[in-house]
């Protein structure tokens, strides 16, 4: 087991480590700066944040907190779906949390604008969303772009669009064995989209520890059930995001290991036995993002 400071170059040009902290829920007061600067001291170099969360000034605090420089840590934020009109704007007001003059990566979190009533915005799209966030690139306070819970279709609405000059770097979706999403990455591997994997762990709580074939493999390898679930997406050529707001955790969640094939292919067909579950789909406006 080592500490897992891989990178992997995004096709902006921008080298992202491959185990980022996910801060999603890291609310409670203190949680999220601690967390922050726990991973940082302990070789992480990637944080991985949302304007929804609610958390951008203590993961900036973390960040100043950890005396790690700005330039070699990765930041992500992304765009709530209120702010789909004003991405300008809501950048600015992420960048002033965060103490930052810029974010490494800015996604769309979900492709589905919504009014200030939370009702669904049918007179704006995700991709004039996207077209904001290309123009962004150019004032320096976006490194990188991208989404998030974009389903194949939707992206492949998105690169037929004349005026999509930018390939989105990553899309930022849940990636564990019971949501393996098999097609959607080689889609994205074929496009040259990097993969982020969300709830790696099966999301709050980690409920995918409690699958049978999840502690065989980790009892086997002598690792921890976390450490079989981030291996596992790190090895299929994904980003991966575990979340914790632990000090162990965290510190334990950034070291991997190279499953041996049949473990591997075992969790790869997880869900063929188990069934598929998707923690993440909300239903604005009554409907599921994902088609
Ligand atoms: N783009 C999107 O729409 C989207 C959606 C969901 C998540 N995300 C991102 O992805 C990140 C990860 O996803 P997630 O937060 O849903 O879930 P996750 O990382 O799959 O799981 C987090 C849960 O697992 C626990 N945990 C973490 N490491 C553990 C370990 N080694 N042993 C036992 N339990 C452990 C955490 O508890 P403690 O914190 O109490 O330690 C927490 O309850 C988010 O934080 C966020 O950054 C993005």
Not at 3 to 32: D, F, R
Not at 74 to 90: G, H
Not at 160 to 165: L, M
């Amino acid at each position: 087991m080592t500490k897992n400071t891989q990178t992997v170059k995004l096709n902006s040009g921008a080298i992202i480590p491959v185990v980022g902290l996910g801060t999603w829920q890291a609310t409670e007061k203190g949680a999220a700066a601690n967390a922050t600067k726990v991973a940082l001291e302990n070789g992480y170099r990637h944080i991985d944040t949302a304007a929804i969360y609610g958390n951008e000034e203590e993961v900036g605090q973390g960040i100043r907190d950890s005396g790690v420089p700005r330039s070699e840590i990765y930041v992500t934020t992304k765009l709530w779906n209120k702010d789909q009109r004003n991405a300008e704007e809501a950048l600015n007001t992420s960048l002033k949390k965060l103490g930052l003059d810029y974010v490494d990566l800015y996604l769309i979190h979900w492709p589905r604008a919504l009014k200030a009533d939370g009702e669904v915005d049918t007179e704006w799209s995700y991709i004039e969303t996207y077209k904001s966030l290309q123009k962004l690139l150019s004032s320096g306070k976006v490194k990188s772009i991208g989404v998030s819970n974009f389903s194949k279709s939707k992206l492949q609405k998105l690169l037929a669009d004349p005026e999509v000059t930018v390939k989105p770097a990553v899309n930022q979706i849940e990636s564990h064995p019971l949501l393996p999403q098999h097609e959607l990455h080689d889609y994205l591997k074929e496009q040259g989209i990097i993969a982020e994997a969300y709830s790696p762990l099966g999301s709050t709580g980690a409920p995918l520890f409690k699958y049978e074939t999840v502690t065989k493999i980790a009892a086997k390898n002598k690792v921890e059930p976390a450490t079989v679930l981030i291996s596992w997406n790190v090895q299929r050529g994904a980003v991966v995001l575990p979340k914790s707001v632990t000090d162990s955790r965290i510190i334990s969640n950034l070291e991997t290991i190279v499953l041996p094939d049949e473990d591997f292919e075992e969790l790869n067909k997880l869900a063929d036995k188990e069934g598929i579950v998707r923690t993440a789909d909300p239903k604005w406006g009554g409907t599921s993002v994902f088609d």
